[in-house]
């Protein structure tokens, strides 16, 4: 690239989840003290894993990039609270963005 | 992680498509028995792969985790079914999801 | 796969950004000869990295498919023009697409 762009890893995580829950979500990324999270309004259909009952109707889907102990957190504290009693999604990707170095 | 949690690889299938094929398009992955899809809304502009026109307008994006056979068969349906005729995007990337067992 | 199907890599570009800015990001995409693109409306919260100021509210989320040198160039134009006056995020992931020659 010509300005010799430096592009870093990082965790792209994204969360669906019923909207009910969107507070107390933003709650917890905010507890590990992420940087930034962009929300959409989604629908779907699904199927509660423990409870084995199916689901429908109105979530969102919360993306946040991070780094990759804060995603470990974020996973970690879903899981610990609510994948076991919500139809909720939880997911990694690496995702390579602009270094910060060059803005800060 | 404290508590050793365990990571499974999955497949994202995404699919960006005209709105008025949305049930079709669910109907086809309940077909390969997805356990569940996330809508978006969306807009955009593109153009058709075949026709060589160019489209613009309502569409919605369909989003589903799935094990990599299933994302083979989704990739092969869409493909046969849709993108000759509609203007369609499907792509695939490789994510990692909180472990099944540990709910079930 | 029965069709002996073949996928590429390709990039997908993310721009997550204020939706006032929606037109001139388009054009910039238009500039380098994206095939297409997709919106979705979005809103969120984030750290300006550069004023150290935060934002909270509408913004657009742009996806779009690319090679490997456009999204090089996509990315290079936004952090030129916009990533030290707007609060916007850019990252670009690898994912697999049907191939191009199959329709063509």
Do not use: C, P, Q
Request: net charge negative.
């Amino acid at each position: 690239m010509e300005h010799n762009m430096k592009l870093d890893t990082a965790k792209l995580i994204t969360i669906i989840a019923d909207d009910a829950i969107e507070n107390k979500i933003i709650e917890d990324l905010k507890s590990v003290s992420v940087k930034g999270y962009t929300i959409t309004e989604a629908r779907g259909e699904g199927l509660n894993s423990i409870h084995n009952s199916s689901w429908e109707g109105k979530s969102i889907r919360i993306e946040s990039l991070v780094s990759e102990s804060k995603a470990e957190k974020i996973i970690e504290i879903m899981t610990d609270k609510y994948l076991d009693k919500y139809a909720m999604i939880v997911f990694s990707s690496d995702v390579k963005v602009v270094r910060r170095e060059r803005f800060n």
